[in-house]
């Protein structure tokens, strides 16, 4: 990989061949392969919360569920064009995210991890209790898109989604890629090693803390909103908690820290998920369980890190 | 003013719970470090049980909530044994993602044999009734919980204050390997203590089931409420996750009681404004 890195714009080139490869391998399965990408997107803005800065939240559902809602109702009320509507979830996620931030990022261990939880929770309870507003249990109906840029009509058979969605997920994974690389990202890998020899050479520990938590939030609002125009629907289920918590798992799946663990981690479980879940629906939760046990044992790097581990065992052998 | 005795009867007794659940989960963070989130589950595993007795072999509500507090105190020690003693030395997220797939497995495994559905626990005719105070009439099941907890509350006390083992846990929740250098066997201390924290658990899900409904997903849906009493009291002190527990659950009453339609929502608000002000807890030694 890190070879890779240094052939100018490999990852690039890399990520649309992905996508290219995805788009046509998949004809009948576009939509599942949009949701995977959106997922994406999502894990990423986790990634970003808990892999550089070092917060960890089990309560990423509420960004992303606040930018589903804010760009399901910004289409049903205001104009139904998809990009300001991407645009306002993302201030939304953003906006939740820098105020819960202030208040949460002054704890930190177990209260953050619950209150993060809380967050989400009373979310949930508001979005179901606005029931005029929001649709309540019912969820948030009459989603219905214009075209992308005016020109790409949304369409049944979902290519206009994928493309739009690929789109997307693809400028914020390289904004994130720049991030890393940038002061700001070394700076909160610096704090996620230790906060308080940060503390000691100066950085604003917990003003960088907000920021990052608070980009995080932009992103997870993204994904949000690109849910909720490409499904044309938002529940009650955006803020779940289980949905924060196999955000996580798939992060950890593949391997935190890393953009590409994101990846790895989400079109692993999704894929899982997909087979699993039709083959026996019923038992889901057993499986999960089962995996997440067997990551957090055996593979604590993540499937990233599965290479190196083989490789280690070679070795020793 | 019957308003106000209501709330202080409900709310003293939905403390009485919160603290019988809790109080496992703040012994075991302080002295195993440990963030267990599938501690729930044993309260719902002690409730399952309980249920499956009553309702399948016909056993009395009494020996039935015995029954499901031992069986459960049955898993939790295996699991301790296998389990849990791995995750102590893991950072604090790969310990959430182990409990939460533990509690996954829980959720999973009484969703297979029972459903989804409310698994109710009926109360026996005898506690069913109300008890006459001569100046108000009060229900049964509320007394006996209040009363059962502070049984609960002054044994754990006396145990910790006044006998050898207590002596030997407060000496490993202060300093783990100093404990164990002068010989104290941690490793059994922190089995038993933690069999002991789950059996409590067990106890306060079937006795607070009337408050919150034993089901599948039990140990998700109440989960912030135990974690809750934790970040309020501060870890590993039993007097202060007792004042904690019973604090919150005043508070949840009163807003469920006065605003009814936004008592979540209003609970949790003041919790967050409570821990913004006070991010390390009530007493401010939140490790």
Same mark, same amino acid.
């Given at each position: ?317 | ?60 509500? =009494?020996?039935?909530?015995?029954? @499901?507090? &031992?069986?459960? #105190?049955? +898993?939790?020690?295996?699991? %301790? *044994? ?60 509320? =007394?006996?919980?209040?009363?059962? @907890?502070? &049984?609960?509350? #002054?044994? +754990?006390?006396?145990?910790? %204050? *006044? ?60 989960? =912030? ?6 970040? &309020? ?55």
């Amino acid at each position: 990989m890190t070879r890779l890195m240094r052939i100018p714009f490999a990852v690039e080139a890399l990520l649309i061949a992905l996508l290219v490869i995805a788009f046509f391998a998949f004809p009948y399965n576009l939509a599942f392969v949009t949701r995977i990408l959106i997922m994406v997107l999502f894990v990423l803005s986790i990634d970003l919360v808990l892999g550089f800065a070092g917060i960890a939240t089990l309560g990423q559902a509420a960004l992303y569920g606040t930018g589903a809602y804010a760009a399901g109702l910004f289409a049903v009320h205001v104009t139904a064009a998809p990009l300001p509507g991407l645009l306002i979830g993302m201030v939304a996620g953003a906006a939740l995210a820098f105020l819960s931030g202030l208040v949460l990022l002054r704890t930190k261990g177990l209260t953050l991890i619950m209150l993060t939880i809380a967050v989400a929770q009373i979310c949930q309870e508001v979005a179901n209790k606005a029931r005029d507003v929001t649709g309540g249990a019912d969820g948030l109906r009459g989603i219905r898109m214009e075209p992308v840029l005016g020109l790409f009509e949304f369409d049944f058979i979902g290519i206009t989604a994928y493309w739009y969605v690929a789109i997307v997920v693809f400028i914020v994974f390289l904004a994130l890629k720049r991030l890393a690389a940038a002061p700001l990202g070394l700076s909160l890998r610096g704090i996620h090693e230790s906060p308080e020899r940060m503390l000691a050479i100066g950085a604003p520990v917990y003003r960088r803390q907000v920021l990052a938590y608070t980009l995080g939030g932009g992103i997870a609002g993204i994904a949000g909103a690109l849910a909720a125009q490409v499904t044309q629907l938002v529940s009650l289920e955006v803020y779940s908690f289980t949905l924060s918590a196999e955000a996580l798992i798939m992060l950890i799946l593949g391997g935190t820290g890393r953009l590409w663990g994101a990846i790895v981690g989400v079109v692993l479980f999704m894929t899982v998920h997909h087979v699993a879940a039709s083959a026996d629906p019923y038992n889901w939760l057993f499986f999960i369980g089962f995996m997440v046990l067997g990551v957090v044992f055996f593979l604590p790097g993540g499937m990233i890190r599965l290479p190196q581990a083989l490789l280690r065992l070679g070795r020793q052998r | 003013m019957s308003l106000f005795l209501n709330i202080l009867i409900d709310g003293v007794a939905y403390g009485m719970i919160l603290f019988m659940i809790s109080v496992g989960l703040s012994v075991t963070m302080g002295l195993m470090r440990v963030i267990n989130l599938a501690h729930g589950g044993f309260a719902m595993v002690g409730g399952v049980v309980a249920h499956v007795l009553m309702s399948e072999a016909g056993i009395g509500y =009494v020996p039935a909530a015995l029954l @499901g507090i &031992v069986a459960t #105190v049955a +898993l939790a020690w295996p699991l %301790e *044994r296998l389990i849990y003693r791995r995750i102590y030395g893991f950072g604090d997220l790969q310990q959430v993602l182990a409990t939460i797939g533990l509690t996954f497995l829980m959720i999973a495994t009484v969703n297979r044999l029972q459903g989804s559905s409310l698994l109710a626990l009926p109360l026996p005719t005898v506690l069913a009734q109300s008890v006459d105070l001569g100046f108000r009439t009060l229900p049964l099941h509320r =007394v006996i919980v209040i009363g059962v @907890g502070a &049984v609960v509350i #002054v044994g +754990l006390w006396l145990l910790i %204050e *006044r006998t050898r083992f207590g002596i030997k846990l407060r000496a490993a929740v202060d300093n783990r390997a100093t404990a164990g250098a002068i010989g104290i066997n941690t490793g059994l201390i922190y089995t038993a203590t933690f069999c002991l924290g789950a059996g409590l658990a067990a106890l306060g899900g079937i006795l607070g089931a009337e408050m919150l409904p034993i089901e599948a997903y039990y140990p998700l849906r109440y989960m =912030v409420l135990f974690l809750v009493v934790v970040a &309020v009291g501060g870890m590993g002190s039993i007097g202060r996750s007792f004042l904690a527990a019973l604090g919150l659950g005043l508070i949840e009453t009163a807003s469920r009681y006065l605003v009814p339609e936004f008592g979540t929502i209003f609970y949790f608000a003041c919790i967050i404004l409570f821990l913004a002000l006070r991010p390390k807890g009530l007493w401010g030694r939140l490790a």
